[in-house]
């Protein structure tokens, strides 16, 4: 009897000390995945890169390299991915104005038409800076550059819009 009285205390132990520490860890585990996303990007630091090769892109286009243009494209929208994680409200307008409000861009990009890129890629400028507005970074206004942001690039490699590897 008293040994078994014994044991029940010994398991009942064991569990108690086996749920506290598994609460701990669970805790511990919080605790380091909250301090991840704290150091993933989520939006400024990744609006440097979309600045960036949003000016790339127009010298490429210009120069004739197509694929570097949709390279820059690509990217520009790949640049905004930690937003997903750190920022999922905000990033869902990003990916919204990325697949719509950009779309004519990348299509004349694919279509390598330089009249058309030129036209809808002036235009979009204004829709970049009204997404700043409605988040209340009105004093973020994009303008184009002289020049491409990265000027250790060739932009005038003639290439096509397809040669971007998948
Ligand atoms: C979904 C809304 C949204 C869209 C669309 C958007 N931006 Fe931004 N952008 C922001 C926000 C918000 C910031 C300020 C970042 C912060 O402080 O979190 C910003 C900041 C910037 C910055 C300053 C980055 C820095 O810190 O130096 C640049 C440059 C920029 N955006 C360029 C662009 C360009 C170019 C486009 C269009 C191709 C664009 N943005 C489209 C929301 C947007």
Same mark, same amino acid.
């Given at each position: ?56 892109? =127009? ?11 949709? =390279? ?25 104005? =990325? ?21 809808? =890629? ?45």
């Amino acid at each position: 009897m008293l040994r078994k009285g014994k044991m029940l205390v010994v398991v009942g132990s064991l569990l108690l000390f086996g749920t506290a520490t598994l609460v701990h860890a669970e805790e511990d585990m919080q605790k380091q995945v909250d301090a991840v996303k704290a150091a993933i990007p989520k939006f400024a630091i990744p609006m440097r890169e979309v600045g960036d090769r949003f000016q790339n892109m =127009y010298y490429a286009a210009k120069g004739g390299n197509w694929g570097l243009a949709f =390279y820059m494209s690509k990217y520009m929208n790949g640049a905004m991915n930690p937003a997903k994680l750190t920022k999922p409200v905000e990033y869902a307008d990003w990916a919204n104005f =990325y697949s719509k409000t950009f779309d004519p861009v990348n299509k004349a990009i694919l279509a390598q038409d330089v009249k058309s890129f030129e036209k809808e =890629y002036k235009a979009v400028i204004k829709n970049c800076n009204e997404c700043h507005v409605a988040m209340g970074y009105g004093f973020i206004k994009v303008k184009q550059l002289k020049a491409p942001a990265d000027q250790g690039i060739d932009y005038s490699i003639k290439s096509k819009s397809t040669d971007v590897p998948k």
